[in-house]
């Protein structure tokens, strides 16, 4: 996706693109849990790099654990730069994925924001860490007390919906409604379809080869959507993507 689109879609809000999406027929756009750990911050806007947390098994799940190739610092090495970590924590809110050292190693590795159903730890740090979150919350016990991280980069489940990496996610203060975050992945269904993803939002492109309709009209986005729209069509025409992807409403997906 172009520099121009991402900057784009920075102007539009969450609000304003779920409804796009519902016009296009994406209901599911909505993550269910990620919010802002601190309001009132820019609307950021990134591709997804997903995290997987499974439940916790005693003989993994260990402080040892952190030091091994399949862990959650291996992951944020492997972030490249402008990403937005996604973590799939399966709603889990007695563990923090994530505490003041790892989201300073992720900012320090230009990672846009986090966003998680889950929770993190050591608010007080990651809030001077300066790096964006979107989560259910905060706790003192590490992942390991209810998690096992068993890998990244692959299908995940977010606050209920897909989470495809790559996705484009949009992130603004309507988290606290537990929107979808805003990706821009398109995939091919029987046709060409466009595929959304707190504050987190999918953008739609056509679906089944029909004529994209008119996007929304809503408080002088009408212009700027439009010009996404077209933006999403030449992609389409460009590339065949074959993956599908939701969103939330504070985050959404595309």
């Not at 260990?62 to 399966?90: H, L």
């Not at 590795?109 to 929770?119: E, F």
């Not at 809030?127 to 890998?151: E, I, M």
């Amino acid at each position: 996706m172009s520099a121009a689109l991402y900057d784009t879609l920075r102007t539009i809000t969450t609000a304003t693109i779920t409804t796009i999406l519902l016009k296009k027929g994406i209901r599911r756009c909505w993550m269910n849990g990620p919010r802002p750990l601190v309001s009132g911050g820019a609307r950021t806007v990134g591709p997804a790099f997903t995290l997987r947390f499974v439940p916790v098994r005693e003989d993994l799940a260990t402080p040892e654990s952190w030091a091994k190739p399949i862990s959650t610092r291996g992951a944020i090495e492997e972030m490249p730069a402008d990403c937005i970590a996604v973590a799939d924590a399966m709603g889990v809110t007695s563990a923090g994925i994530f505490g003041d050292i790892l989201t300073l190693r992720m900012l320090k590795r230009n990672v846009a924001a986090l966003v998680t159903d889950g929770v993190v730890r050591d608010k007080e740090g990651v809030l001077a860490s300066k790096l964006p979150v979107w989560c259910a919350g905060t706790a003192a016990p590490a992942s390991v007390n209810g998690l096992t991280f068993v890998g990244w980069q692959e299908p995940i489940a977010c606050g209920g919906c897909a989470i495809f990496p790559g996705d484009v996610i949009v992130c603004d203060d309507d988290g606290g409604r537990g929107d979808p975050e805003g990706s821009s992945r398109l995939r091919r269904r029987g046709g060409r379809r466009a595929r959304a993803h707190g504050e987190l939002y999918r953008l739609g492109g056509r679906a089944r080869g029909e004529t994209p309709r008119p996007l929304s009209h809503e408080r002088g986005d009408q212009g700027a959507l439009r010009g996404v729209e077209e933006e999403v069509i030449r992609s389409l025409r460009a590339r065949a993507i074959v993956h599908q992807h939701k969103s939330p409403d504070c985050c959404h997906w595309m």
